[in-house]
């Protein structure tokens, strides 16, 4: 079997630092299988950038290989294209959107260069995974190059309805590249039906099967590839001594007042607001839980230098500040929201010492805490999910309470539910989703992706 060959913007790390997310593990363990190289950027800027010096790093059979890339592609490819268009526009967000030729242009260069870079790296059996929204055209590149070698693409965030996708100029263009590659895996089904209808309604392509589309010529995979947690990892994580330390602080301090938990990089697709208003709401509809439950919300800031990222964490400063003095009492605050990362183990003590988990965002491929809260739980006693339907974990996860995250008053009665909800019915939905979560999980994702992309060759 060839080597596999991953390229994703940021690569690595290749041995657990207590920070690495269940991705970057189950990659690892798939380049580990077959011998292989791991391509990307290297998070730094430089002037020389992609025609820069290759950095690279080696363990046994795996070899990661970065490169830089220039303070004007940084402007343009990613803080530009990639993340002020792209990711608005993925997620629904055309009104957060900013269209620059600039950024585009940057964007296409980047992804050729990356990929003249990398062609003389490849070998004649290898096979290609790229990752993610930075790399639409990457493939479209190398067969420029004439690389025939299969190429697989993964998709992290949602694929839009064409209807908002049409709203992006030259997406046809940026679509009709990514039929380059021989396989492309969506979170969810709903994001590949928008991808089938996008290419049959825009590019006048046709479907092939159920999960096959023909267009420009050429026959392309296109399917949904739900990602999973290392959930068996994660849970014993949760029984850690790092953990249990966390466990115990947070036990004490909580002396049998429940806690509502909240983790998300700061991002405006995450619902924050919103949720900080079901969370007053709940206080409001509900009052029994003032005094009794309280909302940590844990947010990492990210993306810090671009304006829409800024305002957010202004207007979660402002909510906190006005529930918590509207609630507080002497010995009890309502919110409390920590601008920091913890480590994995940390976090999932964090986890398994609240009651519900809220996972509310706007739009989000899939979200992956909503999967680590479930695995931290304690089978005997565990808490309950609050899930956004528009995250792509609600397509696989029927027993959380899945709720409108738009709506304050639905999110405030599902917390309440899950509040109250017997321990029964709490074990009962936990064990399906348990089950679930080590079934489909982290490992099984890359090798259904890996087994239909070397099926092509
Ligand atoms: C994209 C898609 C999709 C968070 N805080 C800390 C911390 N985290 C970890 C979580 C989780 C990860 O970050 C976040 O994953 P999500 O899935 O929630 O969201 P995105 O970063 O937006 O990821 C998403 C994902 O790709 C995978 O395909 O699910 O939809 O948007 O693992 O635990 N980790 C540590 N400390 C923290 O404080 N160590």
Not at 211 to 219: D, F, Q
Request: aromatic residues 10%; proline residues 5%.
């Amino acid at each position: 079997m060839g080597r596999l060959v991953v390229v994703s913007n940021r690569v690595g790390p290749l041995k657990d630092t207590g920070r690495a997310g269940g991705l970057a593990v189950a990659l690892v363990d798939a380049l580990t299988q077959t011998g292989g190289l791991w391509f990307g950027w290297s998070g730094e800027v430089s002037e020389e950038g992609t025609f820069g010096q290759i950095k690279e790093q080696r363990t046994k059979a795996v070899q990661l290989a970065q490169i830089d890339i220039t303070p004007a592609d940084y402007e343009d490819y990613y803080a530009g294209y990639a993340n002020r268009t792209l990711w608005p526009v993925l997620h629904y967000r055309l009104d957060l959107a900013v269209f620059d030729r600039r950024h585009e242009t940057g964007y296409r260069q980047v992804n050729d260069r990356f990929a003249t870079r990398l062609r003389p790296l490849i070998e004649a059996d290898d096979v290609l995974w790229v990752h993610d929204y930075h790399f639409l055209t990457f493939a479209a590149a190398l067969r420029a190059m004439e690389v025939g070698n299969p190429i697989g693409f993964f998709l992290h965030i949602p694929f839009p309805a064409p209807e908002i996708l049409a709203a992006l100029p030259n997406a046809g263009s940026i679509v009709r590249a990514m039929l380059a590659y021989d396989l492309i895996g969506f979170q969810t089904r709903r994001d590949a039906a928008n991808f089938r209808r996008f290419v049959v309604e825009e590019l006048g392509g046709t479907e092939v099967g159920d999960s096959r589309l023909s267009a420009g010529g050429r026959t392309v995979i296109v399917k949904a590839y739900p990602i999973g947690i290392d959930a068996e990892a994660f849970s014993k994580f949760a029984m850690s001594p790092e953990a249990r330390r966390s466990v115990s602080r947070l036990e004490k301090q909580l002396a049998g007042r429940q806690q509502i938990i909240g983790v998300d990089r700061i991002d405006y697709s995450k619902g924050l607001p919103e949720r900080f208003r079901a969370f007053e709401r709940l206080l409001d509809d509900y009052p029994e839980n003032r005094g009794r439950v309280s909302l940590m919300q844990i947010a990492p800031p990210s993306r810090s230098e671009l304006d829409a990222y800024i305002e957010i964490r202004r207007t979660l400063e402002e909510l906190t500040g006005h529930v918590n003095g509207r609630f507080s009492d002497i010995d009890w605050t309502p919110i409390r929201f920590l601008t920091r990362s913890f480590p994995r183990r940390v976090l999932a003590g964090i986890y398994r010492a609240s009651r519900v988990g809220l996972v509310t965002p706007l739009r989000d491929g899939m979200n992956l805490v909503a999967k680590e809260y479930v695995a931290a739980q304690r089978a005997e006693d565990p808490g309950v999910l609050v899930l956004s339907r528009f995250a792509g974990a609600a397509e696989g996860m029927p027993e959380a309470l899945v709720v409108n995250p738009h709506s304050a008053e639905e999110v405030a009665q599902g917390l309440q539910s899950a509040i109250t909800m017997p321990l029964e019915e709490r074990r009962d939905r936990w064990q399906a989703m348990f089950d679930r979560l080590c079934r489909e999980d982290a490992h099984a994702w890359a090798q259904a992706i890996l087994s239909d992309l070397r099926s092509v060759a």
